[in-house]
C-alpha cells in the first residue's frame, strides 16, 4: 500500500486558479494505463525510478518545451518528485499533473501581463545582444528579473520580424535607440500570446490527463499513446476514411471556428448553404439546445457538430468579412450522414509522352466492381500530396514510354466496422487498389506504387496489397516478446506480374515498409527513393480502457483508448524494420542526406535487431536488372543538367549551418535575414521540386521495360 503525501507546491498551486482537477474517472484511467504498460508493452520495463525520471522531464518539457514560463524555483519545488511518480501512477494520484498545469497558467498570465506591459515601452533596436534560437537546453530563468529579461529580448525579436517583414518602421527610425511598436504591431504580439493563454485555461479534466498520461506511454516509445474519446475518434475515422457529420473541414481563426473547406458530397456541400469562409458562432442541436463556441477548442466544437447519420445540427453562422459586432448570425440546418474521406483513398494515373495526351486520375472508390465497366474520372484536389496532375506528359527526349501507370496511397484503409456488419462495399486498400490495375487492363507496361508520405495503416491491408503482386508465401513476421515469431502469410494468386517499382520517402513508415520490403526481398520489383524509409517497425494495439478494465468503475463513460506497442515487425530475411527501415535498391538525392530523421531521431525509440530468416522463393526476374538500371541511372542523372543543379545545391544546403543565436540589433539582423531568405529559397526550391523523384522513378521504370523486353 502506497501512501502519498502532496507537497505544499501542490497546496499553492491549488488555492490560486480554479482549474481542473482529477476525478475518479481519471485516477481510474492512470491506474489502469500504468499497469498495461507495465506488464504488457513489448519491453516489459517495470514502472520504476528511471521511467519515473524520464516522465518527470518529458511532462515539464511538454508543458514548457522553450523553458520560457516556468522559473528555476518551480522546477526546484517539485524536483523531490522526480522518483515517485511511479508510485504516484500506480496509486491513481494524478495532482502532480494537474497541479503543474495550473502553475503553468499562472506562469503565463504572468507573462501575458508582462507583455501587454512591455510592449508600450521602447525597444534599444542598436544594443548588441542575441536570443537562443532553441532554449530546450537552456537554464529556467532564475528569478523574475531574469524572466523579464528574457522576455524582453523575445518580444524585442518579434518586433524585428515584424519590422523586417512588414516595414512598419522607417529608414530614419532605423537607428534609434528607442523604438516603440505601433499599435498594429503590439497588438499582433500580444494576442499571440494572449491566445495561448486562452486555450489553456480551456483544457479541462480530460485534456489534462490525455496530456500526461500521452507524455508518460511516449517515455517507453515514441509510438505508444492515451488517447481521450474525441482523439480516439478521429483516429479511428483516419483508418476507416469515413465520418458521420456534416463534411467540412474546419480550423481556428481568432475566436472562432472557420469553414476551410466542403467535402465533395457531403451534406453540407449538397445543402448549399454553408460556404468556405463562414465563421461559426453557435451550434444548435435538434432538441433546442445552442451552444455558443466562441473561444471554445476545436475538440469541443467537433464534438457538438459531428452526431449520428440522419440527425439534424444548426450552424449559427457569419459570412465571410463581415463584423461579429455587427452581423445577425445565419441559421443553417444540416442534416448529419455518413462521409466518405476520398483524399487519403487510393488513385491512378497514366504517364504519357504524347504529347496533348491528358490521362484522368481514377478514384479507386469511381471503380466499379464490375472491370468490364468504364472507371469514371475525378478531379485532383487542390491539397493532393507531391505530384499528381490530371496527366504527365513526359516527352520522348526523356526516354519515357506509354503505358506506365501510377497509383498513389496516402495511408493503409479498412472500414473494419463495415466489413465485420457484412457490407459488401466497405472500403479497403487492397480491394481499391486491384480495382484500379484492372481498370487500366493491358494498357499497363509499368506500374509505379507511390507509398511516398505513407504512414502507414492496418497491417492486414499491407500483405494483402503485397499479395497482388507476389505469389503465396510469407510476407512479414510479427513477434511480441513472450511467443514465437506470428509468420503472416498471403495465399492469392498475383494480379500483375509486369515491372513494378515501389517509390519510398523518409515518411513511408510501418505497413509501407512492410510492402516495400516484401517487394524487395522476393526481387520482385524495385525500390527507389530517398536514403532510407522511416524506419517504424513496430507493432500496437488499441484497446478501449473500459474493456481493458472489465469493470463497472466508468459507469457507461468513455475514459478513452490506449494504443500501446505489443509487437515488432520482422522481414522474411529475419530483419526488423525498425530503426533502419529500407534503403532503396536506388538512391535519389534529396534532403534529408543531410541530417538525422524518421524514427532514428524520436526519443526513446526501440532498438533494430534480427530473429531467425524464413524459407521463401525469390523470383528471378527483376532483380537480376538491377545492376543495368543503376548504371543506366547513374549516366542520366550525369547527363541531365537539372539533376546536376539539384544534386549541387543539396551539397551546398547539407554544408550551411544557420546561426545558434539571433542577433537583436537591427542592422546585424537586417543582414542576417537577407542571407537567410536566400537560403531559404534554395531550400524551398528542393521542397516543392515534389516532380523530381516522380520523374526519376517514370525515367526508371522506361528503362526496367526496355530491359525486361530484351529479357524475353
Not at 685 to 708: C, E, H, N, T, V
Amino acid at each position: 500500500m502506497i501512501r502519498v503525501t502532496l507537497p505544499c507546491f501542490f497546496l499553492l498551486a491549488c488555492s490560486l486558479h480554479a482549474a481542473p482537477r482529477p476525478g475518479a474517472d481519471e485516477k481510474l484511467t492512470a491506474k489502469i494505463v500504468s499497469k498495461v504498460m507495465t506488464y504488457q508493452h513489448y519491453d516489459q520495463h517495470p514502472l520504476d525510478d528511471e521511467v519515473s525520471q524520464r516522465l518527470f522531464d518529458a511532462y515539464i518539457d511538454r508543458l514548457d518545451p522553450n523553458r520560457s514560463y516556468f522559473l528555476a524555483s518551480d522546477i526546484k519545488e517539485i524536483r523531490k518528485y522526480r522518483k515517485i511518480l511511479d508510485d504516484l501512477l500506480t496509486a491513481g494520484e494524478l495532482e502532480f499533473a494537474y497541479a503543474l498545469h495550473r502553475r503553468l497558467i499562472e506562469r503565463v498570465n504572468d507573462r501575458v501581463a508582462y507583455v501587454e506591459e512591455r510592449l508600450t515601452e521602447p525597444f534599444d533596436l542598436t544594443r548588441d545582444e542575441t536570443i537562443l534560437v532553441d532554449r530546450s537546453q537552456s537554464d529556467w530563468p532564475a528569478d523574475q528579473a531574469t524572466s523579464d529579461d528574457l522576455w524582453r529580448r523575445l518580444l524585442k525579436d518579434r518586433l524585428l520580424r515584424s519590422i523586417l517583414d512588414d516595414s512598419t518602421i522607417t529608414d530614419d527610425d532605423q537607428g534609434s535607440s528607442a523604438v516603440v511598436a505601433d499599435s498594429v504591431t503590439a497588438e499582433r504580439i500580444l494576442r499571440r500570446y494572449r491566445t495561448f493563454a486562452e486555450r489553456l485555461e480551456q483544457k479541462d479534466g480530460k485534456d489534462v490527463l490525455e496530456t500526461y498520461l500521452t507524455t508518460f506511454t511516449s517515455v517507453y516509445d515514441p509510438h505508444s499513446t492515451y488517447m481521450a474519446p474525441v482523439t480516439s475518434q478521429n483516429f479511428e475515422m483516419s483508418v476507416q476514411l469515413s465520418l458521420e457529420g456534416i463534411g467540412a473541414r474546419l480550423i481556428t481563426r481568432g475566436s472562432y471556428t472557420a469553414v476551410t473547406q466542403l467535402i465533395p458530397g457531403g451534406p453540407a456541400a449538397l445543402g448549399g448553404r454553408l460556404q468556405k469562409g463562414h465563421r461559426i458562432a453557435a451550434v444548435e442541436q435538434a432538441d433546442g439546445t445552442v451552444t455558443d463556441i466562441v473561444e471554445m477548442p476545436m475538440s469541443k466544437v467537433v464534438g457538438l457538430i459531428r452526431g449520428p447519420k440522419g440527425t439534424s445540427v444548426y450552424l449559427h453562422v457569419i459570412k465571410h468579412g463581415a463584423d461579429p459586432a455587427d452581423a445577425v448570425p445565419e441559421r443553417i440546418e444540416i442534416v448529419r450522414d455518413k462521409i466518405k474521406l476520398y483524399d487519403n483513398e487510393a488513385k491512378s494515373w497514366t504517364a504519357d509522352r504524347s504529347p496533348g495526351i491528358r490521362r484522368p486520375v481514377i478514384s479507386g472508390s469511381a471503380v466499379p466492381e464490375d472491370p468490364t465497366t468504364v472507371p469514371a474520372a475525378i478531379d485532383k484536389p487542390d491539397d493532393w500530396p507531391h505530384d499528381l496532375n490530371e496527366s504527365r506528359n513526359i516527352n520522348s527526349e526523356k526516354g519515357a514510354v506509354d503505358g506506365i501507370v501510377v497509383i498513389n496511397l496516402p495511408v493503409f484503409y479498412a472500414d473494419f466496422d463495415a466489413r465485420a456488419a457484412g457490407d459488401p462495399d466497405y472500403k479497403s486498400t487492397t480491394r481499391d487498389v486491384r480495382r484500379l490495375i484492372v481498370a487500366h487492363g493491358d494498357d499497363i507496361r509499368g506500374l509505379i506504387l507511390d507509398l511516398r508520405g505513407n504512414h502507414g495503416g492496418s497491417l492486414d491491408e499491407a500483405i494483402g496489397l503485397a499479395g497482388l503482386f507476389l505469389p503465396p508465401g510469407p510476407i512479414v513476421q510479427v513477434r511480441n516478446p513472450l511467443t514465437n515469431p506470428k509468420i503472416h502469410e498471403q495465399d492469392t494468386q498475383p494480379i500483375y506480374e509486369g515491372p513494378l517499382i515501389v517509390l519510398v520517402d523518409g515518411d513511408s513508415a510501418s505497413s509501407s515498409e512492410i510492402v516495400a520490403a516484401s517487394i524487395q526481398d522476393y526481387g520482385r520489383g524495385i525500390v527507389i527513393g530517398e536514403t532510407r524509409t522511416h524506419g517504424k517497425g513496430t507493432v500496437q494495439s488499441m484497446f478501449a480502457i473500459e474493456d481493458i478494465a472489465k469493470i463497472p468503475g466508468f459507469r457507461g463513460r468513455s475514459p478513452g483508448t490506449l494504443k500501446f506497442t505489443v509487437s515488432k515487425f520482422y522481414r522474411v530475411t529475419g530483419e526488423s524494420t525498425q530503426l533502419r527501415g529500407v534503403t532503396p535498391d536506388i538512391v535519389l538525392p534529396s534532403l534529408r542526406e543531410t541530417g538525422e530523421y524518421g524514427e532514428a531521431s524520436l526519443p526513446y525509440a526501440m532498438a533494430w535487431d534480427k530473429i531467425r530468416p524464413l524459407p521463401y522463393t525469390k523470383i528471378r526476374g527483376f532483380q537480376s536488372l538491377l545492376p543495368e538500371l543503376k548504371a543506366r541511372a547513374a549516366t542520366s542523372g550525369a547527363e541531365d543538367v537539372a539533376y546536376q543543379e539539384r544534386s549541387a545545391l543539396l551539397r551546398e544546403v547539407a554544408d550551411h549551418r544557420p546561426l545558434q543565436a539571433l542577433p537583436l540589433q537591427l542592422e546585424a539582423r537586417r543582414q542576417y535575414r537577407d542571407a537567410e531568405l536566400a537560403w531559404a529559397g534554395k531550400t524551398r526550391r528542393l521542397r516543392r521540386d515534389k516532380s523530381f523523384p516522380m520523374d526519376q522513378a517514370i525515367r526508371i521504370m522506361s528503362d526496367l521495360i526496355a530491359l525486361a523486353a530484351e529479357q524475353l
